[in-house]
Each structure stands twice: as C-alpha cells, then as structure tokens.
C-alpha cells in the first residue's frame, strides 16, 4: 500500500468505526458477549485512547529527532478510566476528529518524513510509516471482534 493510500484508509477510520457502532444501544454497549473480555464500550474507549497516543507519537516523530515513545498499559486504562461513565458517541467523535484532522498533516508532509523515527521502549525503532501502519491496522483489529460481538448479541436475541 502507498503513503497515500495508508493516509486515506487511516482517515476513514472514523467513518467505518461510527458505521460499526449504528444503532448499538446502551445495554448492548456494556455487554460483554465475546470474543474478548471487553465490553463494546470499552473497546470503543480504548480505540479513541490508543488514537490519542498514536497521534502523539506521529507528531513527535515528525517534529523531534528519535523521541522516545512510550509504551501503554490498555487493560489498565480499561480498568481505570471508567469506560462505562464515558460517551460512546464522544468517544467515536474524538477518533474520527483526531483522524480527520491529522490526516491532513500527513498529506503534506515530505515523502522522505515517512521514514523519520522515534524509539520506543518495548518496540524499538518504529518510523512515521510504521506507525501508521500499526494504528491503521489496530482499528481493523478490533473491529473484527466489535463486528462478532454485534453478531453474537443478534442471535441471542433471536433465540
């Protein structure tokens, strides 16, 4: 996949993610089906925090020489950011935004800023390419269970 290409899919992450949580209500939000031991909520939650920490670490690595990039606990953050007080529609607004917005950064940037690195402390080197790549993928990862959990809630609910 191009530079471009990997941009475009990376803004339209917001669009997909909103078109996966359509008309999940409140209830099925908190459930907790499976696949996985997180709730719709808080996958949801934790996509709009990991984006955060993508977000600042691309902007790092783009505007300072090898930054370290710090890794993340996301169970802690599942367990102590009181995912079930938070707003699943904010939470989907948040993501789309911060991709939108960042998109556009990453259109203008230089071809060669792609290959710009930080280090991170578990990962290692990681460039702006890499980067990208991994928060690209790390929606359609979670999707993949949101979408099975969806399922799991529909054919109980027909039985």
Known sequence: MTDSELIEKFASGG???RESVAGVTRDEALARPGPGKWSIQELVI????????ALDRMKRVISEKNPTLLSADEQAYVDHLHCDEQ???DAVMLFDLGRVQFARVLRALDPRAFDRFGTHNVAGKLTLRDLLETYTDHLDHHLAFLRQKRQRMQAGAAN
């Not at 996509?47 to 920490?53: F, G, P, Q, T, V």
């Open 15 to 17: 669009d997909i993610l």
């Open 46 to 53: 934790h996509l709009a925090d990991s984006d955060a920490i």
């Open 87 to 89: 707003s699943l529609d």
